[in-house]
């Protein structure tokens, strides 16, 4: 017959976690850990955001090893300019997300990105006024120069002017095809003949050697 178990003073009755099938957690051991893999899933077994990371890594491998689950990612503004553009290329291109749901600050910092430009990290010595009179946008602690987002303007402004031409494609999918096919050629043309152009500037202002100019001929 099982024990019973007696009331504390305070009233409770204390329970036994291995009996109740409570997870423990164990020490983060650097010495065990000799690739990313074991650190994180080492994660999982601490505690607070550590924990999260190991938890969250679990999840995302059952969802990439689970061919019915139809993986949606969505996104904010601030994350392109964190650098993540290239991670979420990868999980497209290797099919683990199916769908984005994404803010248009994304897409625009990423254009931005795209077309060679950059962002940069934000000098705590310039308060936001005064980055905002050298037009500097502050993005946390990173910074989206103005004359960026001008660029990007004229990018779409010269891809949308030749737009035109696929409205009166009759099939929708293949006006779709057609469109999103005009926007990627056109923006690589656009920016290869932006990149000649600023190299072009680079050599007259003997700035870059004729071999690197040579280079970009070919783009």
């Not at 009179?133 to 910074?143: E, I, P």
């Not at 096919?181 to 050599?203: I, P």
Request: glycine letters at 8%; aromatic letters at 8%.
């Amino acid at each position: 017959m099982a024990k019973r178990r007696e009331k504390t003073v305070t009233g409770r009755v204390l329970h036994d976690p291995v009996k109740d099938k409570l997870r423990p957690m164990f020490p983060l051991d650097l010495s065990k850990c000799r690739t990313v893999d074991e650190l994180v899933r080492a994660m999982g077994d601490t505690a607070f955001t550590g924990r999260q990371i190991g938890d969250a890594a679990d999840v995302f491998e059952a969802m990439a090893r689970d061919k019915d689950c139809f993986v949606v990612m969505t996104l904010s503004g601030a994350l392109t300019v964190g650098k993540m553009g290239l991670v979420f290329c990868d999980l497209i291109e290797s099919d683990v997300v199916k769908a984005i749901v994404s803010t248009g600050a994304l897409m625009a910092h990423g254009l931005v990105e795209a077309a060679g430009y950059s962002h940069f990290r934000y000098n705590p010595k310039m308060g936001d006024s005064e980055l905002f009179q050298a037009g500097y946008n502050r993005v946390y602690d990173s910074l989206e120069p103005e004359t960026n987002l001008d660029h990007v303007e004229e990018v779409m402004d010269h891809v949308l002017n030749e737009w035109e031409e696929f409205s009166g494609a009759g099939n929708p999918e293949i006006r779709f095809r057609a469109q999103r096919s005009h926007l990627c050629s056109g923006f690589q043309r656009f920016r290869a003949g932006h990149r000649l152009r600023a190299a072009q500037d680079r050599q007259a202002a003997g700035k870059a050697p004729a071999a690197a100019f040579r280079s970009l001929r070919g783009l």
